[in-house]
């Protein structure tokens, strides 16, 4: 179906690759990509050449963290239930790869090599992929049609189709029909998204699994061994959470936190940790006469009743939620929200600026009650004022926040049992 499309985007694929190239030099992002990706997929062989070609092989490609972090409880089922699986996992993004590039259970993470025809040749001949995992978005239509070719099954796991995304356009409508019928199974989030794809694109193949993002909150709410050594100067105390907070978020929080009658304890877990970004915040704390500990000195003489906690390393934020009374996501006065449900897992209201409507997730959990949107500070002081004094308040939207997630677990099974009938 639509065939047309995908055969004109190999033909001008070269013209809008060979400008990139060209044009690159003036801008730093095109730049790294194009030089991260360098001798790439010749590593990748030399990697991997010793793996037995008899073996099953699951490819997993993820855009980013987020997506790779709703690949990670399949990951994980599906080697407890056949642990001679071999498992390649693919990003588009630095950061996602940097993340996650020492992934244990995957035999090669790598960058996915410009979507060039004879870069999907080598590539998939390379990893002689059995199964194709693409999470939730980000198609290269060449590496799907060799991988297609090839004999592996496609299935796009996690899929949405947002009312305004560009699927819809009436210019690019048919290829992305041509791209979704590629796929043999796709497993949605929600049911309006499987309706979407079955009427708008006819992919009869569709069937709503939810987001395997909840079960995957879970998996790691169970494992806080990162923060042993902070627990024990929260314990019996009402604590503020702030994660993944930017300039924005700090400058509101900071200041409705200061005006709080009864304040809570607070830790505060900047979005980035670089140097340029901790000087900022750290004078900005001097500058309000806050006292504060960086969790890379803190001792015994911290004391949460008078000083801030600072996170100025990464790989603790989503441990601190455990211990969280209430949870501040930054995020929403930039470009969307982080990621709502990893504190909500843990049962503590959650709280967030206005731009979340790209997270179907914190949509719901707003919907539902287990979430506050703030505007301003005056907004965000009545709340944080209401989560800390009123106690029945806060407990209740924490319940609220906790069955929100436990109810919508089950996504990874569906699609793990899929895979595994493929076997």
Same mark, same amino acid.
């Given at each position: 179906?639509?065939s047309?499309?995908?055969?004109a985007?190999?033909?001008?694929?070269?013209f809008?690759?060979?400008? =990139?190239?060209? @044009?690159?030099?003036?801008?730093p992002k095109? *730049?790294?990509?194009? &030089?991260?990706?360098?001798?790439?997929?010749?590593?990748l062989?030399?990697?991997?050449?010793?793996?037995?070609?008899?073996?099953?092989?699951?490819?997993?490609?993820?855009?980013?963290?987020?997506e790779?972090e709703? $690949?990670?409880?399949? @990951?994980?089922?599906?080697?407890?239930?056949r642990?001679?699986?071999?498992?390649?996992?693919?990003?588009?993004?630095?950061?996602?790869?940097?993340?996650?590039?020492?992934?244990?259970?995957?035999?090669?993470?790598?960058?996915?090599?410009?979507?060039s025809?004879?870069?999907?040749?080598?590539?998939?001949?390379?990893?002689?992929?059995?199964?194709?995992?693409?999470?939730?978005?980000?198609?290269w239509?060449?590496?799907?049609?060799?991988?297609?070719?090839?004999?592996?099954?496609?299935i796009?796991?996690? %899929?949405?189709l *947002?009312?305004?995304?560009?699927?819809?356009?009436?210019?690019?409508?048919?290829?992305?029909t041509?791209?979704?019928?590629?796929?043999?199974? @796709?497993?949605?989030i $929600?049911?309006?998204d499987?309706?979407?794809? !079955?009427?708008?694109?006819?992919?009869?193949?569709?069937?709503?699994?939810?987001?395997?993002?909840f079960?995957?909150?879970i998996?790691?709410?169970? &494992?806080?061994?990162?923060?042993?050594?902070?627990?024990p100067?929260?314990?019996?105390?009402?604590?503020?959470? =702030?994660?993944?907070?930017?300039d924005?978020?700090?400058t509101?929080?900071?200041s409705?936190?200061?005006?709080?009658?009864?304040?809570?304890?607070l830790?505060?877990?900047?979005?980035?940790?670089?140097?340029? &970004?901790? =000087?900022?915040?750290?004078r900005?704390?001097? *500058?309000?006469?806050?006292?504060?500990?960086?969790?890379?000195?803190?001792?015994?003489k911290?004391?949460?009743?008078?000083?801030?906690?600072?996170?100025? *390393?990464?790989g603790?934020?989503?441990?601190?939620?455990?211990?969280?009374?209430? %949870?501040?996501?930054?995020?929403?006065?930039?470009?969307?929200?982080?990621?709502?449900?990893?504190?909500?897992?843990?049962?503590i209201?959650?709280?967030?600026?206005?731009?979340?409507?790209?997270?179907?997730?914190?949509?719901?959990?707003?919907?539902?009650?287990?979430?506050?949107?703030?505007?301003?500070?005056?907004?965000?002081?009545? %709340?944080?004022?209401?989560?800390?004094?009123?106690?029945?308040?806060?407990?209740? !939207?924490g319940?609220?926040?906790?069955?929100?997630?436990?109810?919508?677990?089950?996504?990874?099974a569906?699609?793990?049992?899929?895979?595994? &009938?493929?076997?």
């Open positions: 179906m639509h047309f499309s995908l055969f985007y190999s033909l001008l694929f070269p809008f690759h060979g400008t =990139a190239k060209l @044009i690159r030099p003036f801008f095109l *730049q790294t990509f194009f &030089n991260v990706r360098k001798g790439g997929i010749d590593e062989e030399k990697k991997i050449s010793h793996l037995p070609s008899s073996a099953f092989r699951v490819w997993i490609h993820a855009a980013s963290v987020g790779f709703q $690949a990670r409880p399949i @990951i994980a089922l599906l080697k407890e239930k642990p001679d699986i071999i498992f390649f996992v693919s990003f588009l993004s630095d950061s996602g790869y940097n993340a996650r590039k020492n992934f244990p259970d995957a035999a090669a993470v790598f960058y996915l090599p410009v979507d025809r004879s870069n999907a040749k080598k590539l998939v001949a390379i990893l002689k992929p059995h199964i194709l995992l693409l999470m939730r978005y980000d198609f239509p060449n590496h799907l049609l060799e991988a297609k070719k090839y004999g592996a099954k496609l796009l796991a996690a %899929a949405v *947002q009312e305004n995304a560009q699927y819809f356009k009436p210019v690019i409508k048919g290829f992305y041509s791209i979704f019928h590629l796929f043999d199974h @796709i497993y949605t $929600a049911a309006k499987t309706l979407a794809f !079955r009427e708008i694109f006819m992919c009869k193949q569709t069937e709503t699994a939810g987001d395997p993002r079960d995957q909150v998996l790691r709410s169970k &494992n806080p061994g990162r923060i042993a050594h902070i627990k100067f929260f314990e019996n105390k009402t604590v503020l959470v =702030a994660g993944s907070v930017w924005k978020d700090c509101l929080l900071l409705a936190w200061q005006e709080l009658a009864v304040q809570p304890s830790i505060l877990v900047p979005h980035e940790v670089h140097t340029d &970004n901790m =000087a900022r915040l750290t900005d704390l001097q *500058q309000r006469s806050i006292a504060f500990v960086k969790v890379s000195a803190i001792n015994e911290f004391d949460p009743e008078r000083e801030v906690l600072v996170i100025d *390393q990464t603790y934020l989503v441990e601190l939620y455990a211990i969280a009374s209430i %949870a501040y996501v930054g995020g929403g006065f930039g470009v969307n929200v982080h990621n709502t449900l990893e504190p909500a897992v843990y049962g209201p959650v709280v967030f600026g206005p731009r979340y409507h790209n997270s179907p997730e914190a949509e719901e959990l707003v919907s539902a009650g287990g979430a506050i949107v703030i505007h301003d500070q005056a907004t965000l002081s009545v %709340a944080l004022n209401e989560m800390v004094t009123n106690t029945s308040e806060r407990e209740k !939207r319940r609220v926040a906790a069955s929100f997630v436990k109810e919508r677990t089950g996504a990874t569906i699609i793990a049992d899929s895979i595994m &009938n493929l076997l």
